[in-house]
């Protein structure tokens, strides 16, 4: 559920070899099912499941996880409950602030070399509709759990949105994200990933009413393949031979994925759509889950993999942004100086600001100078004068390059006229190919006009140099267009 979401084309979809609509209480005759809960309990949810509270996992983003989400999830049975044969999942609304429940499995899931793999779910978003369901964002997701040991490493781990939408639009929108941002757009088109764009169900409405949603990793071919379902409907396929080899190999080395259920209430993929939360959108609509199963079909069936899991999240309100990986073979000592790349500066909005040279700065703290850059580490800033004019900024294009390899990333963000101030945008990189690699990163930034003191922060994992910085400037164009 990540910054998913997605309004790219579908792809074509592929014929199945050996599939079932829906997954009842017993599986179909060659499904082995492998996890099971309906939900026919009281209460909190059971020992299967981890309730994850707070605004992000520590040591992570915590921008309502990443994705600038406004909830803090709880768990308060208000928020999370089983009742009545269902997962209850229910936003609220007290004092100005929006909470809400999340849960994941403790275990991991993956097939077997030879066999496949099936995530299923049936549940009813919550039922709201028009202006008071602006803001809702509830989801059906699986992380993978290379995730669970680096906060940072998204979207290398791999993402899968199986039942996810926003609004109260009538479409569910399949998505997988992979591979990294640091080249913006990146071979799974990051932010927005490789989606099918948004899918009505073939009768009635995600919104309110009972659907069944599904996801198959097929591993009995040659080539594996991801296939989204919808009611028993193919709906959305990724083969492996859409990505590279690198790529897929880094979301699907690792033990495997653990499933998510949530709302959350606003973020970015509700303000692509429409926006939200609003005065006018409606607390108290649950999200109501049936049941959760995964099933495995031919070869071997394993054993769910556990992964010990980061402490629960803590409610702590600092803001992050969702963080990316690129792999390297460059070594992980301190770089050597040199030169930035001398190719193209940021590229050129009609209505952008000056470039900015990094090294320019008007204050800083920890910033090492290089030739023609800036380095930098956890925890440094430096600020600049910046006039954005009379009419509004909305992106921010940085020219940085990093050789980071320890699978971590840095967050750049954007702040104006402190560097405590809440951040106006913000992107996340991680190795671009070395330090001398410079490659322009642009992300989105909160309209802006006027003169500012902007602030540019850095946040890392550990005290080694993580990224170095050449120029930027500020558009009139969003650089993200969803």
Known sequence: MRISRALLGAVA??????????LPAAAADDWSVAFNDDFNGSGLPGAPWLIDEGT???????????????????????NLRQQDGYLRITPTLSNGRWYSGRIETRDVFKPADGAVMRIES?????????AEALGYWPAFWAMGASQRANRWIWPASGEFDIGESVNGINKNWSTLHCGYAAQFGGPCGEPIGLSNGGKAPASGDVWGQQHVFALEWDRSGAVQQLRWYLDGSLVHTVNQSQVPTDVWTSMTGHAGYFILLNVAMGGQFPAALGGGPTAATKP?????????????KGAVVPSPRPTTPAPSPSPSASSSSSPSQTPSSTPSQSP????????????VDPGQ?????????ATQSGVQPVTGAIEVSNGD???????????????????????????SSVLVEV??????????????????????????????????????????????????????????????TPAITW
Not at 56 to 78: A, H, I, K, S
Not at 123 to 130: N, S
Not at 353 to 361: D, F, H, R
């Open 13 to 22: 979809a592929l014929a199945l070899t050996a599939s079932v609509a829906a």
């Open 56 to 78: 992000g996992y520590p040591g992570g983003p915590q921008n309502g996880f990443g994705t600038d989400e406004v909830e803090v999830m709880t768990r308060n049975l208000e």
């Open 122 to 130: 049936k549940l009813a978003l919550p039922a709201v509709h028009g």
């Open 284 to 296: 108290g609509m649950p999200m109501l889950v049936d049941y959760v199963k995964v099933a495995y």
């Open 336 to 347: 050597s100086a040199c030169s930035p790349s001398p190719s193209a500066p940021p590229p």
């Open 353 to 361: 600001t000056a470039v900015i040279e990094a090294e320019n700065y």
């Open 381 to 407: 800033n430096a600020s600049y004068d910046v006039s954005f004019g009379t009419s509004s900024k909305a992106s921010f294009v940085g020219r940085v390059a990093s050789g980071v390899t320890n699978g």
């Open 415 to 476: 702040r104006l006229d402190s560097a405590a101030a809440a951040p106006i945008g913000s992107f996340a990189v991680g190795n671009t190919g070395g330090w001398s690699s410079f490659r322009d990163i642009p992300a989105n930034i909160t309209p802006t006009s006027g003169k500012h003191r902007v602030y540019l922060t850095f946040k890392s994992d550990g005290d080694t140099p993580a990224l170095r910085v050449d120029k930027f400037t500020f558009g009139a």
